[in-house]
């Protein structure tokens, strides 16, 4: 069963960070190449970042480029997002996600609150 | 980037009706596109992949259509549990760009 677990979410204040972590089971991780998409409460999909299979290749929306990090670690199955001086607008939920039909396959999400 | 308009954003139909919804691409993407269902609290779910193929499990009610800039999603007899928001995706250019969404409803 492919299994897509996101963990690190929380509660931060304006101007701090947060890492997220997406871990991946039951399908190649090593060879998929990765996203993480956002959704803002009661708004609609945003992608925010991509990554490829190595870790050598990676792209951003404008609204987080120099602030947020896409990295993974292929022996752990694991992806991440490293978030840095976080606003108010950058609170959503964030999946992560492979985005490749037919091999398209999403975690459950978790919510990223920005707050004071 | 790539705009993705999506109509309508919001639509109120009753069971066993044919839904129809369009996406239209601000440049040509060829068949780079899905179509998404998503319910409340859960992860978009993939139903049409390349424009027109069904993913695995989808039930043959769903369809797409379309090439280059315009799109068309259907439900062929809307039932019960379609009820959900959908969105269009296009992946033919980062960054991935989504429609806003169509919110539906049961009439």
């Known amino acids: 069963e492919v299994q897509l677990v996101e963990s690190g979410g929380g509660l931060v204040q304006p101007g701090g960070s947060l890492r997220l972590s997406c871990a991946a089971s039951?399908?190649?991780?090593?060879?998929?190449?990765m996203h993480w998409v956002r959704q803002a409460p009661g708004k609609g999909l945003v992608w925010v970042s991509r990554?490829?299979?190595?870790?050598?290749?990676?792209s951003y929306a404008d609204s987080v480029k120099g602030r947020f990090t896409i990295s993974r670690d292929n022996a752990k199955n694991t992806l991440y997002l490293q978030m840095n001086s976080l606003r108010v607008e950058d609170t959503a939920v964030y999946y992560c996600?492979?985005?490749?039909?037919?091999?398209?396959?999403w975690g459950q999400g978790t919510l990223v609150t920005v707050s004071s | 980037d790539i705009q993705m308009t999506q109509s309508p954003s919001s639509l109120s139909a009753s069971v066993g009706d044919r839904v129809t919804i369009t996406c239209q691409a601000s440049q040509d993407i060829y068949n780079y596109l899905n179509w998404y269902q998503q319910k409340p609290g859960k992860a978009p779910k993939l139903l049409i992949y390349d424009a027109s193929n069904l993913e695995t499990g989808v039930p043959s009610r769903f369809s797409g259509s379309g090439s280059g800039t315009d799109f068309t999603f259907t439900i062929s007899s809307l039932q019960p549990e379609d009820i959900a928001t959908y969105y269009c995706?296009?992946?033919?250019?980062?960054?991935?760009?989504f429609g806003q969404g169509t919110k539906l409803e049961i009439k």
């Open positions: 996600a492979t985005i490749a039909g037919p091999l398209d396959y």
């Open positions: 990554i490829n299979s190595h870790g050598s290749t990676t």
């Open positions: 039951g399908f190649t991780f090593g060879i998929s190449w």
């Open positions: 995706q296009q992946y033919d250019n980062l960054p991935y760009t």
